[in-house]
């Protein structure tokens, strides 16, 4: 089995290093294709008005000057000699759950393979919160990824989908489950800007996380990880609500409407 790995932590990412020992645990055929630096936040993002430079830092292990998305469609087609088997995105520094999916980069790293036609799981291992100094527990990834991912490739999954795998902030032998969860919807929006001032007097923005107590719903992401569980959650691409697209057929079928004097 070939596996090709990327992240949005970048290519020196303690994670990184935990996903590369996740896959030769599953394979001895492992590539790396992840950003030169870090691109949290990028979601699905590509790039397109500047040039993207491949530095290869050893055999099968490539830095790509660009996103997640960028480094899995250069690896798939134009850096490995076959297509990949499976892809594998992480494992995240921070969950990414709720609404985080919608612009995680990890998660777009998977969604790009399972776009290419290649089954994809993006991973992530919680923190305690977002400090330099918080050492994540990385080997509760390490020590359960393996055996959920081979379970999952035994198994099979639909076309269109991607697993998204959070690991809960707790040492492995305080693990005692694994859930199959839903995307969940927090309370309070976490993300927020605090204003400041540079040395010249100007006031700039930077964008941060805010903690709120939140009551996730049974059965979510959300709620696995705050009471100590792993999550997998199939994740799909399709962003439509079936029904308000029914709802609005007998609204907005036929001709279009004009303004009305």
């Known amino acids: 089995?070939?596996?090709?790995?990327?992240?949005?932590?970048?290519?020196?990412?303690?994670?990184?290093?935990?996903?590369?020992?996740?896959?030769?645990a599953l394979s001895d055929d492992v590539w790396i294709c992840a950003p030169a630096v870090e691109q949290s936040g990028k979601g699905r993002g590509i790039t397109l008005t500047e040039p993207l430079r491949v530095n290869q830092m050893g055999d099968k292990r490539f830095a790509v000057t660009g996103t997640p998305t960028d480094c899995v469609v250069l690896a798939i087609n134009d850096l490995m000699p076959e297509r990949p088997d499976l892809v594998l995105s992480g494992v995240n520094r921070g969950h990414n759950i709720g609404e985080d999916v919608s612009y995680s980069g990890t998660v777009a790293g998977a969604l790009q393979g399972m776009a290419?036609?290649?089954?994809?799981?993006?991973?992530?291992?919680?923190?305690?919160?977002?400090?330099?100094e918080v050492v994540a527990h990385w080997e509760t990834a390490q020590a359960f990824a393996p055996g959920i991912i081979q379970r999952l490739i035994q198994s099979g999954w639909s076309d269109g989908v991607v697993m998204n795998l959070n690991f809960p902030c707790l040492p492995p032998e305080l693990v005692k489950a694994v859930e199959v969860t839903t995307q969940g919807f927090r309370d309070l929006a976490e993300m927020h800007a605090v204003r400041r001032t540079d040395l010249r007097g100007r006031d700039y923005f930077w964008m941060g996380f805010r903690a709120g107590e939140q009551r996730p719903a049974e059965g979510t992401d959300l709620r696995a990880i705050a009471e100590g569980r792993i999550s997998v959650t199939p994740l799909h691409i399709d962003l439509t609500h079936h029904q308000t697209a029914h709802d609005l057929k007998s609204l907005l079928g036929g001709a279009p409407p004009r303004l009305k004097a």
Not at 1 to 24: K, P, Q, S
């Open 1 to 24: 089995m070939r596996i090709l790995l990327t992240n949005d932590d970048g290519i020196e990412a303690e994670g990184l290093a935990c996903l590369e020992a996740i896959a030769r």
């Open 116 to 132: 290419m036609g290649v089954p994809s799981i993006a991973l992530s291992q919680s923190l305690e919160r977002f400090h330099d």
